[in-house]
């Protein structure tokens, strides 16, 4: 079945640097778009950026310019690379693949921001 499995969240102070991979496993996930959503307490989940097959990329205007995200289609793998890191981005961060009609979602890992 398919799988996705987060890493590389933490603790990280302002300013700072995470880099957040999600390894997918149970068919061939090349063609189809992955990316990374968050959901900050007490908000509704946000699209953060997106990656497809071919490997276009797109973002959500508050991470333009400091997240980076790209994908490994060899290692079935999705980076998200983000630089000058602000307490806003606090949240838990999910990976998802978007293969036809149905969504996959990992199950999250936890980006805190704080002093």
């Known amino acids: 079945q398919v799988q996705l499995v987060e890493s590389g969240g933490g603790l990280v102070q302002p300013g700072g640097s995470l880099r957040l991979s999600c390894a997918a496993s149970?068919?061939?996930?090349?063609?189809?778009?992955m990316g990374w959503y968050r959901q900050a307490p007490g908000k509704p989940r946000e699209l953060v950026a997106t990656v497809t097959g071919d490997g276009s990329t797109n973002y959500a205007d508050s991470v333009k310019g400091r997240f980076t995200i790209s994908r490994d289609n060899a290692k079935n793998t999705v980076y998200l690379e983000m630089n000058s890191l602000k307490s806003e981005d606090t949240a838990v961060y999910y990976c998802y693949c978007h293969m036809g009609h149905i969504f996959y979602w990992g199950q999250g890992t936890q980006v805190t921001v704080s002093s």
């Open positions: 149970g068919s061939d996930f090349s063609r189809w778009p």
